[in-house]
């Protein structure tokens, strides 16, 4: 174990630590709470950025830290910012549904928490991991000095493999069910169960990478939902 595996490490018990203790857990949700985008930001922008970080060191061998790594931090606070609305949205959107009776099974938390999880990861995550993926090509272009346009960013996405193994094979197989559970537990510690699963994605997904089961170049953002 490397001397970043062990920074690495510590960083990540700290923010476990900083939700189990009952006196530092009561005062980040009490914050989140009365500032709900503020605190979706910060979580995602610390705990996904995290996964990307250790993503990456697991398939290159090396820990990367650049002015890349704070612009990705930027990018994933903004999909924590998705995240804080659109989860009360389609777990909301589900129980509306169920109560009108355009859905089965009406108060029936496990089955309102799979509709929820399942009609956002088939149309909201689509479009959220596209906005994610062309954020990070646009970083990586701009960090060589590449000239960056909207065309060519769409263009140097695989999107036969894009669309088959993110948005179909890990939105289903994977996120479906992580955000089941997720929509069953208390609303306030939602988004950031949501944040600490990126983490799990990511490792998985670059050791499949590094294996060669995975697409060959992985990044956390294309899974993320």
Known sequence: MKKGDIIWALMLLVCVLLFVVPTTR?????????HHYIGGFIKFAILATMGDVLGKRIVSG???????VLLRALVW??????????FPVYMGGAG???AGHYLPFFEVP????????????LTFAPAMNTFHRLMDLWIESAHNNEKVSFKGLVNKIDWGT??????????????????SIVFLLPAEIQV???AFSSIAL??????AAKQGSGPAKMTEEEEMA
């Open 62 to 68: 090396e820990y990367t830290l650049s002015s890349q």
């Open 110 to 121: 496990v089955a309102q928490a799979i509709f929820g999880s399942s009609i956002m990861n």
């Open 192 to 194: 950031v169960v949501a």
């Open 202 to 207: 990511g490792i998985i997904l670059s050791f």
């Open 162 to 179: 894009f669309v088959t193994f993110n948005w179909l094979k890990v939105g289903i197989f994977f996120w479906i069910p992580v955000h």
């Open 96 to 98: 509306l549904a169920q």
């Open 26 to 34: 009561d005062a980040i949700l009490s914050a989140s709470n009365a």
């Open 77 to 86: 606070g903004t999909i924590g910012l998705m995240v804080t609305l659109v």
